[in-house]
């Protein structure tokens, strides 16, 4: 820390309590001066010779036969006059960055110009402050800090913007040239080496960040803050990655972590304008910098303390842009009454769509203007793909959750954006699990969001044993899952016909399979039509009698073994009973259910 002395003569101040302090001298004292609470004791002459104002205050009180001078609302209050007295008095003063504000404001208070006495104390102050503090990044921090107590002397003295010029250029300053300590924090990581010749040396073992002011402007209180990341801002040298890392920095140090903290009524208004400010220093540069995860903290934090929308809007626009960086963690926002929900659903949706929306504006700007490097892509809404499915599975756990809400938000993803379904299966897995009320035709509902095609080979697995599932949906997963089996070894068999065959007989043979293949898949399709009429005629026949048809897991399966088992006789006719199956949930009969559906489930064990 710099400082400064002024005067040689030693300190003859003397202290009476705590409310007189006087002079020791051969000369009676022949001036009073109020200051706050505190009464000094003083000599006229040395006082005068410095300081104009009060040449006019002894002056007016002799006119009002006065003893005594009473200075109302002095700024830095009894102890800055106590420095002007003693450098008055040519005594020793030392001057550093915690009092240099407030003695600089009481000389100009008490008028110590150079019009006066040459070398008076406003000209000595001066000095220090350009020569030292200025020239001194962590000085410049702690002056900054002491202007708030002598405001507006410290505003009007242009004090507070000169300190905030000089945080905010020292900033920018190239790293490498950065050589002193440079946070309260952390230090720079050094090591002692021992050379050859036994000599020790500091090595700098890791090279200053490029946010190393980071951590030190946090101690500032939120108005001088907002001012100094301002001018950092202004000054167009730092990125938005820096600044962000700033911000969220401050809010850490900040923002309470208790929810309970953040929402009381001693503190609501101060972390309100602390996160309105946060939000407002955010970079304009809505793609980069600032993470999504931190954004979507501060949303829920905005939220909690009811920030003004247009600061939510503003967030909620920013972490559109960047969902795909987001997790489940992050979306899961608290929700507020009157809503029911654990968690916030419409606002994830909201920021679903808003996402959604901007992807496609970007498609159509890069298309129209061949652009290649814009924030979003194919990849990030396979992302944003993934992240809905997980967070659906989250959410699905909650009691409170319609069914609605839970079909909205998966629909929210288009279908490119979810090449496999095996997410998806797990929500609605969970979501049945959970909602054991569900009716029949809300339970084909909600499976028809499903595109069993799209599962995996251990998703269908389990699909195919899980009770929960309406019958219609196993049936369906077994039926693809024997299409996959038959199309591998399809492609095995054609495999091995080409490495052992001639080039003729290789072209023939694979003419002949494609042949075969098409044949076989016609056959299948045309079983397929026949088995959607026999349903139709089975949906009749079932409201006079109560025993139905009765699909059991095991005859399922070898109906499937015999579907498959070209060349025997019978096979074409047990085909036909199964084929249909092959079409979509959404497809299928509203209503059509099996009288046997409970005892077949009976018989199928869930692995989940």
Known sequence: MK?????????????????????????????????????????KFPLLSKSSRLRKLVLKASEECCDEINMVDFPGGPKAFEICAKFCYGMTVTLNAYNVVAACCAAEYLEMTEDVDRGNLIFKIEVF?????????????????????????????????????????KTSLDPAKITWSYTYNRKLSVSDKTAGDGMKFREKIVSVPKDWWVEDICELDIDLYKRVMTAVKSKGRMDGVAICEALKTYAVRWLPDSVDTLDSDVHSWRNKLLVETIVCLLPSDRGVGCSCSFLLKLLKVAILVGVDNSAKEDLLKRISLKLYEASVKDLLIPARPPQTTLYDIEMVLSIVKRYMMLSHDLDVAKNEMGCTDLVLGHGSLLSVGKLIDEYLEEIARDPNLSLASFIDLSQSVPEFARPVHDGLYKAIDTYLKEHLSLTKVERKKLCSLMDVKKLTMDA???????????????????????????????????????????????????????????KQMSRIKIKEDAFQEKCELAKQSSKNSKSGIQLLPSRSRRMFDKLWGFGKGHADNRSSETSASSQSPTSMVPGDTKSSGSSSRNRRHSIS
């Open 460 to 518: 269908s697995m389990h699909a195919a044993q899980n009770e929960r599932l309406p019958l219609r949906v196993v049936v369906q997963v077994l039926f693809f899952e024997q299409v996959r089996s038959v199309a591998g070894v399809q492609r095995l068999r054609d495999t091995s016909h080409s490495t052992t065959n001639t080039d003729e007989e290789s072209e023939k043979t694979a003419a002949e399979d494609c042949n075969s293949l098409e």
């Open 129 to 169: 402050l350009n020569s030292s503090i200025f020239r001194s990044w962590k000085d410049s921090i702690i002056v900054l800090q002491t202007t708030k107590s002598v405001l507006p002397w410290s505003e009007n003295l242009k004090i507070v913007g000169r300190c905030i010029d000089s945080i905010a250029s």
């Open 3 to 43: 400082f400064m002395k002024l005067g040689s003569k030693p300190d003859a101040f003397q202290a009476d309590g705590k409310c007189i302090r006087y002079v020791t001298s051969d000369l009676a004292t022949d001036v009073t001066i109020n200051v706050g609470e505190v009464k000094f004791y003083l000599h």
